[in-house]
């Protein structure tokens, strides 16, 4: 399995910013593919999952609203799209995935694989 995400910057706060994960290696159909961002000194934070066949997303509250997970399964793709960015959200994002049982899709710990993070910086 490989991830590649891509898409970070550096964006003024209010503004949006779509983040890309490119997977490959294997079929996904049994899979999370998941959103966690790490800001400097801080644990690496649940973002966003989505459930590759069916869709079915999830969200950390301090996103709700704001960002919005999809996928495109015919590209094997997966899309982070951030508004309403504020300075809190400065983290460096990665994409993971992991197969559905085994560790709950929040955790961290849960996720065998990892892209490599893109940076994300808002200034405020």
């Known amino acids: 399995v490989q991830l590649q995400a891509s898409g970070g910057g550096l964006v003024q706060a209010g503004v949006s910013l779509r983040l890309s994960c490119a997977a490959s290696?294997?079929?996904?159909?049994?899979?999370?593919m998941g959103w966690f961002r790490q800001a400097p000194g801080q644990e690496r934070e649940f973002v966003a999952a989505?459930?590759?066949?069916?869709?079915?997303?999830f969200y950390a509250d301090s996103v709700k609203g704001r960002f919005t997970i999809s996928r495109d399964t015919a590209k094997k793709m997966v899309f982070l799209q951030m508004s309403s960015l504020k300075p809190e959200d400065t983290a460096v994002y990665y994409c993971?995935?992991?197969?559905?049982?085994?560790?709950?899709?929040?955790?961290?710990?849960?996720?065998?694989?990892w892209g490599q993070g893109t940076l994300v910086t808002v200034s405020s």
């Open positions: 993971a995935a992991k197969v559905y049982y085994g560790g709950s899709y929040y955790l961290a710990g849960s996720y065998p694989y």
């Open positions: 290696g294997r079929s996904f159909s049994d899979y999370y």
């Open positions: 989505i459930t590759w066949n069916g869709g079915s997303t």
